[in-house]
């Protein structure tokens, strides 16, 4: 294992991902695991994009880490998050030491048996009829043929009936996301009920955006998706129903054609399958599909990319425009970081970028659950509306939360 020894070592790399997540703490920047590797930072040099809205971001990225290597900083690395709204100001830094390693080894991560923990106070937003309201006001809209989809959430607002054990419930996050994205970041400042204990978005997310390594992009867009099941044969039926369903299939392809239209300028070539394979959670079983493209220009980042691509259908809706105003018209709360995107960029552009979904905030024992579902023509509010209680219960189970909210 090799190690950083001055503040001024921005990378190192180590041999097993897994010690990375041993060694994260409550006091890191930034954790992140995906099926190729695992990046831990530590502490702060510079704040990038703090309060940054939307454009500009990979340029003054690219040009912090420029000068970093320029002045002689080996591997510079800016890591963090972009809200949903990109009128919100991103949390994107530049740490002052990064360790990367390989991919987590699940099968190494040994657990106790989660701690059972109550909630003392609950609130879902919006509540049960709101939700369900609200599904068939976007049923009205696409109706009227003003929205093919839009992408509806919910948010569980608790109070725990002890602290988060943020360690714990990142290994317990990263053994069962064995093929995903787990993450955690450190957020800068509290806000409303979770004040005044330091928050950390912290995250399983099955849903790579982008990934850029040298003159390849990958993508592989999520759309589509049926809860799980405990019975093995019950199981496979919502698989195979789910790879058949017409209302799936037109979801998934809004969601292909604009992620393939966002890359395509950027790329010299893209290669898409002709049809949706299936890729599956402990929770879930989702449409998928990868898509891989060869770079036209390598001063294309990384997060250029995901800045082009943010937000897809899966998480917005199509046309995006209006998609948003539904949005901003039916939500009763604001996403924050739920549904943007987190990841890291190195000075070359190289990087990876997850979907912010199957997440929360969490500070102390207070905590915002977030999870959401795609409507569109043939959708029903009571589907929609257990979609997304499979989908918290993801971030629920981990937590140790017992009993799950009955309102889900």
Sequence with gaps: MTSISTPEAFAA???????LLQAYNQESSFFFSSPTRTVLAQGVREIVGGTAHGEGIPERVAAVLASLEKSGHERPLAVGAVPFDTRSPAHLLVPRTTRIAGPLDAASISLPAPPRVSAEWMRLSPDRDGFLGGVERALA?????????????????????????????????????????????????????????????????????????????????????????????????????????????????????????????FCKRL??????????????????????????????????????????????????????????????????????????????????????????????????????????AGSSPERERAEIAAKMRTMLTALGLDPLPEDL
């Design 271 to 376: 290669v898409v399958p002709p049809r949706a394979s299936l890729l599956h959670t402990p929770a879930m079983w989702h449409l998928s599909t990868p898509i891989t493209g060869e770079l036209a220009d390598l001063s294309t980042s990384s997060l250029a990319l995901a800045m082009a691509l943010h937000p897809t259908p899966a998480v917005c809706g199509y046309p995006t425009t209006s998609a948003r105003a539904a949005i901003e018209a039916i939500e009763p709360f604001d996403r924050g970081f739920f549904t943007g995107l987190v990841g890291y960029c190195d000075a070359a552009g190289d990087g990876e970028w997850a979907v912010t979904i199957r997440c929360a905030e969490i500070g102390g024992d207070a905590l915002r659950v977030y999870a959401g579902a795609g409507v569109v």
């Design 141 to 265: 809209l696409i109706r009227t043929e003003a929205l093919s989809k839009v992408v509806l959430s919910r948010m569980l607002e608790l109070r725990s009936s002890e602290p988060v054990d943020l360690a714990l419930l990142l290994e317990r996050l990263s053994k069962r996301n064995t093929s995903g994205y787990t993450f955690a970041l450190k957020l800068p400042e509290a806000r409303g009920a979770l004040a005044p204990e330091p928050r950390t978005l912290i995250g399983a997310s099955p849903e790579l955006l982008v990934s850029r390594s040298g003159n390849t992009v990958f993508a592989n867009p999520l759309a589509g998706s049926a809860p799980r099941s405990t019975d093995p044969e019950e199981d496979e039926r919502r698989a195979s129903a789910l790879l058949t369903s017409e209302k799936d299939r037109r979801e998934h392809a809004v969601v292909i054609d604009a992620v393939v239209e966002a890359l395509r300028p």
């Design 13 to 19: 790399t180590v041999r097993s991902g897994t010690e």
